[in-house]
């Protein structure tokens, strides 16, 4: 689906001086556009290619709120004149497939001088990964990082300026730009920024390394955002931050607010009619934020609660700050607490020192949590953090625990999907189901996927779904 909808794509009254500083700049570039427009006989096109995570996608909505504004039409194809990959740094592969990119684009940028490359994201805030660009990809254009992607109109006159290679990346800062165009993916549908940044330091993480220290967003200017979007017709919202338990730190007197207030706050916005959030740290989620998902319809069904490991020795040096047995009472509560929720969770297998005992305790705590679904990885070893100069496990050992682990989740999340069966929910309905375009699919409040018979005019809409069959992941239903 392509972006559709423009946010704040005009100046606002009480904009800050740096985001004037960026409208201006967009003007600039849009004087560029309209020249290379003339040149090629029609309007140039961008493609943003986003890898990683939801906090990524957002980023990549934003790149492409400007691009929209200056003049671009927004494609799919990497075959575009502009091409900009938004890129995840969390685990190896997910830098290979950004050099993959960068050799295929490669191919077609010789055949088409004018065309453009930027890089940016969580890979480029790492010294090797810039060098590396420097000596082996000569034909990108511009790189910057995620501190100052605010930044991007700017750097777009600069990188049409110069005949060299822009390179442009920040340590840290503080900063928090509001106020700039954004173009959603979806209409129905949105993302928002709580906080950015993460000081939690897991010893496998290169995250508060590339992200730098956490911040949180003034709370007036989120509830602006959402107060916008719902008038713009979005019903279903994201609070996106790296631990968003811990919200609010750091937030001038006069507007303290933890996370669980916040999402209170959030759900008083009247057309907004369903709240998510990710990613909850277990040290850190509140008792006050058990109570106000529970008593509150709005709050998706759904709590993202990262286990990593289900052994306390391995937790310790993962530093976490939470043992086996505390994950398993803060489970035991939600669910008594909230009964119909789905606790989903992030896994990872062959950590340093990591046993086989150890992986027998993640086991466990797998099919003790009932876990709806998990997502589970294998160690990746990110050089400036801690557990990257420990002694590592070997791949014999940690891929048939990999292995093992995986089939009790896929066991465990088959199970707890057909608790539902036989229920009517109320699905948000997103699109034509791809396979069959007699069905739509929709997510249940919980974020089960739902296919069943319907019609475009059902997208952007709820409805209420009777789940028939239960295929594993999804349910099969019908409209009631
Ligand atoms: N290796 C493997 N998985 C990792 N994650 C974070 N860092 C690493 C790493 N070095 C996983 C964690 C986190 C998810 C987003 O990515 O499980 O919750
Ligand atoms: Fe990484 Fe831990 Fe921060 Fe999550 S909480 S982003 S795993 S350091």
Redo the contacts with the bound molecule.
């Keep these: 689906m392509s972006s559709n909808e423009v946010l704040h794509s005009e100046l606002s009254q009480n904009a800050s001086e740096e985001t004037k500083r960026q409208f201006a700049f967009m003007e600039k570039a849009t004087a560029y556009v309209e020249e290379l427009s003339k040149e090629l006989g029609r309007k140039p096109t961008a493609c943003v290619v986003t890898f990683g995570c939801q906090m990524n996608a957002r980023d990549s909505e934003k790149l492409l709120g400007i691009l929209k504004k200056i003049g671009y039409e927004e494609v799919e194809s990497e075959d575009a004149d502009f091409v900009i990959y938004n890129t995840c740094t969390v685990r190896d592969n997910a830098d290979q497939r950004v050099y993959g990119r960068l050799g295929y684009v490669s191919g077609i940028k010789k055949k088409k001088p004018h065309m453009k490359i930027a890089l940016c994201g969580c890979m480029m805030q790492e010294q090797s990964a810039i060098e590396k660009i420097q000596k082996s990809y000569r034909h990108v254009d511009l790189i910057f990082g995620t501190h100052n992607i605010f930044k991007f109109a700017e750097l777009y006159c600069t990188m049409i300026e110069s005949e060299r290679m822009i390179i442009d990346i920040w340590k840290d800062t503080d900063q928090i730009v509001e106020d700039l165009p954004i173009a959603r993916k979806y209409s129905f549908k949105s993302g928002i920024n709580i906080m950015f940044g993460?000081n939690?330091?897991?010893t496998y993480?290169i995250?508060?390394y590339v992200r730098g220290r956490e911040r949180s967003r003034n709370p007036k200017d989120i509830i602006r955002e959402i107060e916008y979007l719902a008038e713009d017709g979005v019903k279903e919202i994201m609070l996106l931050g790296?631990?968003v338990n811990s919200y609010g730190k750091g937030l001038p007197e006069s507007d303290q607010m933890s996370f669980a207030q916040l999402l209170e706050e959030v759900c008083k916005v009247e057309k907004i009619e369903r709240v998510r959030f990710m990613?909850s740290?277990p040290k850190d989620l509140s008792d006050g934020l058990i109570e106000v998902i529970a008593n509150n319809e709005k709050v998706a069904r759904h709590i993202h609660l990262?286990l990593q490991s289900g052994s306390d020795e391995i937790l310790k040096k993962m530093n976490r700050h939470y043992t086996k047995e505390s994950f398993l009472a803060l489970v035991d509560k939600i669910r008594t607490r909230i009964p119909d929720v789905s606790i989903t969770t992030d896994i990872i297998v062959g950590f340093p020192y990591e046993t086989d005992a150890d992986v027998d305790d993640t086991i466990d705590v797998v099919k003790k949590a009932k876990f709806d679904n998990a997502f589970t990885f294998i160690y990746s070893k990110r050089t400036g953090t801690p557990a990257a100069s420990w002694e590592q496990v070997p791949e014999s050992v940690s891929k048939p625990n990999f292995d093992r682990l995986l089939k009790v989740v896929q066991e465990t999340a088959k199970e707890q999907a057909s608790r539902f069966t036989g229920q009517t929910h109320r699905v948000l309905v997103e699109d034509i189901n791809e396979q069959d375009s007699s069905l739509v699919t929709g997510r249940m409040s919980n974020n089960t996927l739902v296919h069943f018979p319907g019609s475009a005019d059902l997208i952007g809409n709820f409805a209420d779904v009777s789940l028939d069959e239960c295929h594993g992941f999804y349910y099969i239903g019908h409209m009631i």
């Design positions: 993460c939690n330091f897991c993480c995250v508060p790296q631990n990613t740290h990262p």
